[in-house]
């Protein structure tokens, strides 16, 4: 968005009257539609911004979510160890997307099933993963909440400004 401020001087010497002093881009417009142009655009760019927020915010709910699952599935085969430190056998085995999930998420192969101190293992490393999302998850949503604060001012600016100039235009025309 480009604002010119026009020469005073040069529109008064060619009209004799200045019904615009600024250009917006290219376009020569008054103050108050320059205000609402202003608006308009801060409101767009705040937009822009939320759309990636959003996304980011989604993917990471969706890895809240598979970590969750495996967060459970691990949980399950540690309640089938014995409880003695000998580390017992394992009644059962993670399923195939708990495989995938510590694959993706810890760059980790496993076995399956897995021993009583890799499931005690993972467990930690799954709960501090969920963690580390969850406060990232946090930090976005405030970001969120602010831009999206941000652009309801800005329309409700460029609503004010255009209910204003209503209300001044009909007062005049009124007294015409």
């Not at 529109?11 to 002093?21: C, P, R, Y």
């Not at 930090?139 to 602010?146: A, E, W």
Request: with cysteine; net charge neutral; glycine share 6%.
């Amino acid at each position: 968005m480009a604002i010119e401020v026009q020469d005073p001087v040069k529109l008064s010497s060619n009209w004799g009257v200045s019904f615009s002093d600024y250009k917006l881009n290219g376009v020569p417009v008054d103050f108050q539609d320059l205000m609402i142009g202003i608006s308009e655009h801060r409101a767009v760019a705040v937009e822009k911004e939320t759309g990636p927020l959003m996304q980011r915010v989604k993917s990471r709910n969706n890895a809240l979510d598979a970590l969750g699952k495996a967060l459970a599935d691990f949980s399950g085969v540690q309640a089938q160890f014995k409880n003695d430190d000998s580390g017992g056998t394992t009644r059962g085995s993670v399923s195939s997307t708990t495989v995938a999930t510590v694959l993706k998420f810890f760059n980790r192969s496993m076995s399956n099933p897995p021993s009583k101190a890799a499931v005690e293992e993972y467990i930690q490393l799954i709960k501090s993963k969920i963690d580390g999302l969850n406060n990232s998850s946090q930090t976005d949503m405030t970001r969120l909440q602010s831009l999206v604060d941000r652009r309801d001012e800005s329309f409700s600016t460029a609503t004010n400004l255009m209910s204003a100039i209503c209300d001044t235009r009909s007062n005049l025309i009124r007294n015409l």
